[in-house]
T-cell receptor, first 117, second 114 residues
Framework: AQKVTQAQTEISVVEKEDVTLDCVYETRDTTYYLFWYKQPPSGELVFLIR??????QNEISGRYSWNFQKSTSSFNFTITASQVVDSAVYFC??????????????FGTGTQLKVEL | DTGVSQNPRHKITKRGQNVTFRCDPI?????LYWYRQTLGQGPEFLTYFQNEAQLEKSRLLSDRFSAERPKGSFSTLEIQRTEQGDSAMYLC????????????FGPGTRLTVL
């Protein structure tokens, strides 16, 4: 069965600090996709990034960067120079192919990030 | 706004009542998913449609739950004889038929069963 573990329940940082959110996953599939979503207080899940299992290149997008390491089954997310607007719950998710070509997502329990002034 | 929309945003009901939620996906997306999120947890998959066909259902979806997607456009999720344990956020997501399959989520319907 698929499993995603986000061991950090809550992280508090001061604005401008860098912060890394950890994600460890378990799957028997050889082809899979990993995702990060942001859930601000408004509740809507916002897609941040997708990574497929064949691409272990790290990715940077502005202040966000992702480190995918297949050898340790980890897909960590770093926010550089954090801002108050980054305060949200962040979810890591793993896709699993289902009937008809769809993909169901297995989410971790989320990490609540609080960025304070 | 061309994102996924859900109605109502909030629903309070008494135990034993039936409730129905609606999801309007992004217009060109033919895949639609329902998830349930309880407090402090990540969303859990409930069911999946490709066009009007319901192709996958989770064991979480008891007999009291039914979902439809007539004509492959909007979808409804009905819960009959609600129980307090049904209190949760019900999220809808849609995606295109393509390799990457990232799902775009709506704002959710928060259900409170008294």
């Amino acid at each position: 069965a698929q499993k995603v573990t986000q061991a950090q329940t809550e992280i508090s940082v001061v604005e401008k600090e860098d912060v890394t959110l950890d994600c460890v996953y378990e799957t028997r599939d050889t082809t899979y996709y990993l995702f990060w979503y942001k859930q601000p207080p408004s509740g809507e899940l916002v897609f941040l990034i997708r990574r497929n299992s064949f691409d272990e290149q790290n990715e940077i997008s502005g202040r966000y960067s992702w480190n995918f390491q297949k050898s340790t089954s980890s897909f960590n997310f770093t926010i550089t120079a954090s801002q108050v607007v980054d305060s949200a719950v962040y979810f890591c998710a793993l896709s699993e192919a289902i009937t008809g070509g769809g993909n169901k997502l297995t989410f971790g329990t989320g990490t609540q990030l609080k960025v304070e002034l | 706004d061309t994102g996924v929309s859900q109605n109502p945003r909030h629903k309070i009901t008494k135990r034993g009542q039936n409730v129905t939620f609606r999801c309007d996906p992004i217009s060109e997306h033919n895949r639609l998913y329902w998830y349930r999120q309880t407090l402090g947890q990540g969303p859990e998959f409930l069911t999946y449609f490709q066009n009007e066909a319901q192709l996958e259902k989770s064991r979480l979806l008891s007999d009291r739950f039914s979902a439809e997607r007539p004509k492959g456009s909007f979808s409804t999720l009905e819960i009959q004889r609600t129980e307090q344990g049904d209190s949760a956020m019900y999220l809808c997501a849609s995606s295109l038929v393509m390799i990457y399959n990232e799902q775009f989520f709506g704002p959710g319907t928060r259900l409170t069963v008294l």
